[in-house]
């Protein structure tokens, strides 16, 4: 009789210990889900010094972002170049800076692609993917609009050439405005 | 025991979702070396036109290369 008891309390222990593991190992993984998500309209811009250790990255309080994600290898990632040193030259002194990051991994193919385009924002390599795996840019070039408060109001995925540099501009004079 | 199958089914689906999502997929600041020119199917466009050329009315077949027609070779 004794043993019997000892044996179901064993049994209960048990399943005990199975649910909390079972609940550690569901709550980790929703967290893992969660923690993948990339950052998205009315989410905050994360500080990208801390991503980017070494760049130089313009001060930002108080200004409009734009955070462009390109790449040397992508066709309209070059053909967004001339847009923003247009907008960069137009809203500069009102309040717009304009960080470009560069993903590509190889430092050579990064430096001569900068060097043949001439470049007037801001650039920066992530030779290390850490900016770009945090923002995880569905297509290149992705970029995203920050508002003077710091809260991302636009994301633009590709480069459709006098189409999105005339949303770009609407969207950057509506931020500048308020 | 339906209890525990269940709960087997949630995490492995939990956990292949994050799999997926982080190690399978080729990310698109990732895609250096597959946007290279040797990565792609029209490496010599003079060939290719040829090529696509002669099918088109040499060999009087065609499809899935081009613009709409018939087949009669007659362009």
Redesign the interface.
Known sequence: MISVKKQMNQNQNTILIMKNI?RT??LG??S??LA?AAPSVGQAMPKLSGMLPGAAIPNTAGKVVLVD?W????GPCKASFPCFNRLHQKYAGKGLVIVGIG????PA?YQAFVAKQQVAFALAHDAK?KA??FF?????P?SYLVDRKGIIRYIHSGFKGAKTEAEYAKQIEELLAK | MKFISRIILCVSSLFLCNCAEQLVRVQPYERGNLAGPLMSQERDPLQKAMTEHAYFSREASFGGGGVGGGGCGCN
């Open positions: 079972i190992i569901m993984l929703v893992m889900t993948s994600f790449a040397s290898w992508c993903v590509d991994e190889d193919k993917h770009a795996a995880a840019p569905s297509t290149m992705t």
